[in-house]
């Protein structure tokens, strides 16, 4: 089980929106910032939002994230099926001294 | 270029034991505070470890608390896993990952090191 919760899969037809949901609690996401990351199968992830809803460069607009409480969110529009993809996040845990993550989220765009 | 390579994964009996190495590059690598993450087969990010930039504190997952250790070399520019103890549920593609700290995120991962601990 994973200490942030993610809902397994999401779906959304090509040039909608989709969010992905992420909740923790007092001593992760209550308390510090969320980052979410993107995978596709068989590579490394990738760093796509940070403090919460920061974007690196080169990382589209269409990716937004944002938190409040102890919980956050991924959204993403305009999607397209180069984002079918698995998405996570992750915060520091202060009571556990550790970085933790979400259980990850299956991105499909029918 | 900024760049993460690992190195060091194979095939370990349960019980044998591994180091696995990243070599960074394109950056200064004293600047950073550094991680390990995995991935089991199939299954999500589970982080493993991390080594401070400036204090040098460590920190470890439970699940491998004991048995792994990590480390670093600022002459090497290199970053290490010390796995011993091997079990079957420690077999995963083990990631390096820079952590800028601020901001709060790990912004730079290498390709992967495949794990597999079986008899």
């Known amino acids: 089980q994973s200490v942030l919760t993610q809902p397994p899969s999401v779906s959304a037809a090509p040039g909608q929106k989709v969010t992905i949901s992420c909740s923790g609690s007092?001593?992760?996401?209550?308390?510090?910032?969320v980052s979410w990351y993107q995978q596709f199968p068989g590579t490394a992830p990738k760093f796509l939002i940070y403090?919460?809803?920061k974007r690196p460069s080169g990382i589209p607009d269409r990716f937004s994230g944002s938190k409040s409480g102890t919980s956050a969110t991924l959204g993403i529009t305009g999607l397209q099926t180069g984002d079918e993809a698995d998405y996570y996040c992750?915060?520091?845990?202060?009571?556990?001294?550790?970085?933790?993550f979400g259980g990850g989220t299956r991105l499909t765009v029918l | 270029e900024v760049q993460l390579l690992e190195s060091g994964g194979g095939l370990v009996q349960p019980g044998g034991s591994l180091r696995l190495s990243c070599a960074a590059s394109?950056?200064?690598?004293?600047?950073?505070?550094m991680n390990w993450v995995r991935q089991a087969p199939g299954k999500g990010l589970e982080w493993v470890s991390q080594?401070?930039?400036?204090?040098?504190?460590?920190y470890y997952a439970d699940s491998v608390k004991g048995r792994f250790t990590i480390s670093r070399d600022y002459a090497k520019n290199s970053l290490s896993l010390q796995m011993n103890s091997l079990r079957d549920e420690d077999t995963a593609v083990y990631y390096c990952?820079?952590?800028?700290?601020?901001?709060?995120?790990?912004?730079?991962w290498g390709q992967g090191t495949t794990v597999t601990v079986s008899s």
């Open positions: 990952a820079r952590d800028p700290e601020n901001p709060y995120g790990m912004d730079v």
């Open positions: 992750a915060a520091w845990d202060n009571s556990l001294s550790a970085w933790v």
């Open positions: 403090e919460n809803n």
């Open positions: 007092s001593s992760n996401i209550g308390k510090n910032y």
């Open positions: 080594i401070r930039r400036r204090s040098g504190a460590i």
């Open positions: 394109g950056f200064t690598f004293s600047d950073y505070t």
